[in-house]
């Protein structure tokens, strides 16, 4: 605090994910703030990006967050100097971030239970989340997968989300993995935002697939090899997203869904899918088109050892 100037404002962390963490415990640091909105910023440092977040938003990979509940209300531009030194950072000229409170959000790695393969209520469980994902997600405004409109660029993104979204299902069941790739790097970028509907998609289907123990997680390489190259497709924001995806790492929220998903808690449910749906204008309901399909693959194939 000693090293905080006495004209700036001070601002407080709450709590930080490992990677934010990590920054603070550096030599001198120094990046630009990239983007700013009314509940989160984002700032470069060395070629990666980090995000402080508004106190009432979950935590979330490479972030932050603050004891602030709108930025909105803020001096904070698009290209404001951003300065990081032994637990306190600045913005700017007028603010200060004091870390010396804050805490470290790292929540524990969730795996698949193989067990769950053989019990026939595990996946009645997994039918009835299909059935009520279907029901949320029917045409539910703003994402991609159900446009209406008449725009023709949309419209046609749209249809090519829904082709490549059979496709890629399709080539999973039949096991046709080297054609798997070249779905996954298509859906790569494809949409409109900070996180297009495709990338969202992506981290839906790998937050089940893709847990440990899962009979399906052996399929990581073909979506390493799919998503790491086509990254310059898509927005900075987005690209972060997808590689903490293939590193099991996510916003608070999706772990809630996944540990519910694993312990086969129907309680939570209908919360964890409304956590999640609200994330951005479309971005949470992409996810959980991503999610369903996941269920309904381990659903697919584990109905096959049950019977």
């Known amino acids: ?3 905080i100037a006495p004209h700036r404002q001070i601002l ?3 709590t930080a994910a490992p990677h934010f963490y990590h920054l603070l415990n550096q030599p001198l640091e120094t990046g630009h703030i990239e983007q700013v909105f009314n509940k989160a910023i984002n700032f470069s440092i060395n070629n990666s990006l980090f995000t402080l977040l508004c106190s009432q938003l979950d935590n979330a990979p490479n972030s932050c967050r603050l004891l602030i509940k709108d930025f909105s209300l803020f001096d904070i531009h698009d290209g404001d100097l951003i300065t990081i030194n032994s637990q306190y950072m600045t913005i700017g000229e007028k ?5 010396e409170l804050c805490k470290k959000w790292q929540p524990p790695p969730i795996e698949y239970n193989p067990n769950n393969q053989k019990d026939i209520k595990y996946f009645l469980f997994l039918k009835k989340q299909i059935n009520d994902l279907d029901l949320i997600l029917k045409n539910h405004p703003g994402t991609l997968f159900n446009y209406q409109g008449d725009n023709v660029f949309y419209f046609s993104m749209a249809r090519k989300l829904i082709q490549l979204r059979v496709e890629l299902i399709e080539l999973i069941k039949q096991k046709k993995r080297s054609d798997v790739i070249s779905v996954i790097s298509q859906f790569v970028g494809l949409g409109i935002g900070l996180t297009p509907t495709g990338d969202d998609y992506l981290v839906g289907l790998m937050s089940i697939l893709l847990l440990k123990h899962h009979f399906l997680s052996d399929i990581y390489s073909e979506f390493y090899q799919g998503i790491t190259p086509a990254k310059a497709q898509t927005t900075p924001i987005s690209a972060v997203t997808l590689e903490k995806a293939l590193c099991h790492e996510y916003r608070e929220n999706m772990y809630r869904l996944i540990q519910s998903i694993v312990d086969g808690n129907n309680d939570d449910m209908q919360a964890n899918f409304l956590a999640i749906l609200n994330i951005g204008s479309s971005s949470g309901c992409d996810m959980l088109f991503g999610v369903r399909d996941a269920l309904y693959l ?3 194939f ?3 050892d049950v019977d």
């Open 95 to 99: 603010y200060s971030l004091s870390f």
């Open 302 to 304: 584990g109905e096959t």
């Open 298 to 300: 381990t659903h697919y």
């Open 1 to 3: 605090m000693n090293n």
């Open 12 to 14: 407080y962390g709450l």
